[in-house]
């Protein structure tokens, strides 16, 4: 009963603005986890405290417990999942006395919540107008009259274009922003006092992200709403929060205002974590910690002098087409089974006539955003899709003509390898690792069983994974193990050129700094030539000689990456730079 | 071979990070105690099936007109049937026969069924719609009444039983395959298997069917039971074994007639072994699953 009518009580109490008290205090938190090793403490002795009207970012790597903590104060820990400690105080509210279905009332109406992919927040099966009356019938903002109304006044507020329209729309028929979009309606319909968000631009592209984030940082401060952003990037959290929490492997470790914690961060993982963030002016030993340094500058000089003296190319793309057909074209047995009549045979060209080189010894950066055409460019080089149209040279062989199914077996193959995007997907879950490092090495690498075996230890002290971990599975290795055991595998044949599939995409900043220069020793060692495919501008520089802009299917610009990067000629390249958020340093 | 020579030379590394497969068994056992009532059933049914013969108390033809119909007892402890014949010792004996059937129908449909519906979910195109068509003939039909139409044709044998229990198996194996290895085909593992040069054929034996296991097993296990019931009710309606060979659906058809007449235990002990071996492969489908998903073993 008490509950109830504090509850109650909480919209006047709101509207005299008791600006004393914090809206969201957290006290002491401790959260646990009972797992099949016992209990694991996820959260430890937290205290947070939102001010009315503040923005909070919570940075931390991943199994840091950011978004535990979130969830706890959400109340929506899974069932293994339980507080242990602590307190938490919504507008004086103690949380943990709440029932759950007052709890449920006031998830959506007081505070709510963003999610990291906005497909899977959203019921694919139903309009997005319709999923926004359905939180505004549920907690009976307005009548069912007016219900529509409201939802596309909504739609319109998170500036989404022909609201009316869109209203209609299911969310497969939206992009990615514009269903992040509707998810940040769902949360704001209600006018919640507190927003969280965790993570919601990972997957975005970065304009697409900073749209995002304008708009969440807009409306909050519109509408004077606090919001807790949880994320992985030190620079998104920098430029859009006042105030900046950094938690490490479940403990606060550093809580500062935004400005102060990046001019003189006084923990040393803070400081860990802001030097493995890539960003202008920075080489990339720069960014491993401090007692790592001292190669710095001769590895710096290895790599000019091999790009410079590599003047013939290796690999020559000229005039490269791949079309798809819009939808499936009918073969005739399909005519017959298929229930549909052929509505269209226009094609769309992913690829759109793209010509480049790479040279012996080069690194060349493919930089563009989702749909740019940069990863078909890269499996049609890789010979793993066939092209429709133009012509692929590799040390003199034109390897286009050879249709991909083929290509697997022929001795070209082990000149040509990768490293995946998805550490975790590109792995064979029933391998060990060894046994994932030593497939190609018994494909194509014709060695006897007994070499296989010391080759993938000499591989794996080459990328630095500890040979005990060469007999686990994929999930009992970390994310930045399984892209060793990925790199491994990519240099097991001694490749030419190795395509590098946003490779740290997956990864911690400080792992990726790890990654980013065991990619710089590897290549400096074997002389092999790198393909970098990126959406992020701030990591090809710090690896790339060259780079190549795509947008939509073309090469809009490309050309050395401090010149592309300090003088961009085509506008896209300029507004994919500015969108790229910059922690005031 | 390869594994085990990896595994030999690793000896020297340090601490072996998988733990046992019993060790496991027992976390999941402990975990959901009905996958141990399951596997201590299957284990009981495996035993019977195996010793059952040498361990009966009676002869399971031997009749005598003295003691027809008798109820349990000591000395028959399901009583007997019309002939005579101790029906404890004819369930026990059974269990072998059912047994047998349901595992090679299943074997084999496994083979046959799997394998299309791998190669049909990673080739897509021609070999997709040949054996999404054929599986969609089979699934026109009521199931069981194709299964008496291929035993009547092809004559009645305990081979043919096993047969038409396969073809009436195969659209769930086709299916279940089909969509597990459409999922992984362009998983990333798979390209770069083709990046270590796996032809397609090697990617589909050693890459992705391992991966599809898991749920195969928990089909295999489910199917088990439907190929016992789907046995048993050939047998029932006179299309399958012949008497007087102990079956448990010939003894649950025999069994039909008398109840009338108060024997009601000639149709009842066949019909509750029938129903705890069903009941017990579908409940182990569960704790396979569990067993040997590689995600579960941390």
Known sequence: ?585 | MTETTLNASAATALKPARNSIFSHAKYVIAENPVTGMAFALFALIALAALIGPYIVPHDPLASGTAASLKPPSFAHWFGTDQLGRDIFSRVVVATRLDFIIALASVALVFVAGGFAGIAAGFFGGWTDRIVGRISDTIMAFPLFVLAMGIVAALGNTVTNIVIATAIINFPLYVRVARAEANVRRDAGFVQAARLSGNGDFRILLIHILPNIMPIMMVQISLTMGYAILNAAGLSFIGLGVKPPTPEWGIMVAEGAANIISGEWWMALFPGAALMIAVFCFNLLGDGLRDLVDPQRRT
Do not use: W
């Open chain 1, 1 to 585: 009963m008490d509950s109830r009518t504090d509850l109650m009580s909480l919209p006047a109490e709101t509207s005299e603005g008791t600006a004393s008290r914090p809206l969201l205090e957290v006290q002491d938190l401790t959260v646990e986890f009972a797992t099949r090793r016992g209990i694991v403490r996820a959260v430890q002795n937290v205290n947070i405290t939102v001010a009315k009207g503040e923005t909070l970012g919570i940075v931390g790597e991943s199994g840091s417990g950011k978004s535990v903590t979130s969830y706890a104060v959400m109340r929506i820990l899974d069932r293994a999942g339980r507080i242990a400690q602590g307190s938490i105080a919504f507008s004086g509210l103690d949380l943990q006395t709440v029932p759950e279905s007052e709890m449920r009332d006031m998830r959506g109406r007081e505070m709510s919540m963003i999610f990291q992919n906005p497909r899977a927040a959203l019921n694919p099966i139903r309009k997005v107008g319709r999923q926004i009356e359905d939180v505004l019938l549920q907690h009976a903002q307005v009548d069912s009259g007016a219900v529509s109304e409201r939802a596309i006044e909504t739609l319109e507020q998170v500036r989404i274009a022909r609201p009316r329209e869109r209203y209609h729309a299911y969310p497969f028929e939206l992009s990615g922003g514009m269903c992040q979009r509707v998810v940040i309606a769902l949360a704001l319909a209600c006018r919640p006092q507190l927003l969280i968000a965790d993570e919601p631009t990972t997957g975005l592209d970065v304009t697409t992200q900073k749209a995002v984030m304008d708009l969440v940082v807009e409306l909050t401060r519109e509408r004077g709403m606090s919001a807790i952003l949880i994320t992985h990037d030190l620079g998104l959290a920098a430029a859009y929060c006042d105030r900046v929490m950094v938690m490490e492997k479940g403990h606060v470790v550093e809580d500062a205002a935004s400005g102060t914690i990046f001019k003189n961060p006084s923990h040393a993982y803070t400081r860990k974590l802001m030097r493995a963030t890539p960003r202008p002016g920075v080489s990339l030993r720069g960014l491993l910690p401090e007692q790592e340094q001292p190669r710095a500058d001769q590895t710096k000089t290895v790599r000019r002098t091999s790009s410079s003296t590599a003047s013939d190319a290796l690999l020559v793309v000229e005039q490269l087409v791949k079309e798809y057909p819009r939808k499936d074209i009918p073969t005739s047995l399909g005519k017959i089974f298929s229930r549909k009549p052929p509505v269209e045979t226009e094609t769309f060209r992913a690829v759109d006539g793209i010509s480049f080189s790479i040279a012996h010894g080069e690194s060349v950066g493919l930089v563009g955003e989702s749909g740019c055409g940069k990863s078909t460019t890269s499996m049609m080089v890789m010979r793993l899709i066939d092209k429709t149209s133009g012509l692929i040279t590799f040390a003199g062989d034109d390897i286009g003509e050879i249709p991909a199914r083929s290509f697997a077996t022929l001795p070209s193959r082990k000149k040509i390898q990768m490293v995946f995007q998805d550490p975790t997907d590109s792995l064979n879950p029933r391998f060990t690792a060894a046994r994932a490092i030593a497939d190609p090495l018994l494909r194509l690498g014709g060695l006897g069983r007994g070499e296989v075996r010391s080759r993938c230890e000499e591989l794996a002290m080459q990328v630095g994974l500890p040979l005990e971990f060469l007999d686990r599975f994929p999930h009992q290795l970390s994310g930045g193990q399984k892209a060793r055991v990925g790199i491994a595998r990519a240099i097991a044949l001694k490749p030419d050129l190795v395509i590098l599939d946003e490779p740290t995409a997956a990864l911690d900043v400080s792992v990726q700094a790890v990654v980013l220069n065991l990619l710089q020793d590897l290549k400096d060692s074997l002389g092999m030539s790198y393909l970098f495919v990126s959406h992020d501008l701030n990591v090809v520089r710090l690896l790339c000689d060259r780079v190549i802009v795509m947008q939509t299917g073309k090469i809009v610009e490309q050309g050395p990456t401090e010149r592309v990067m300090e003088a961009p000629e085509a506008s896209y390249t300029r507004d994919l730079l500015a969108a790229i958020p910059h922690p005031p340093l």
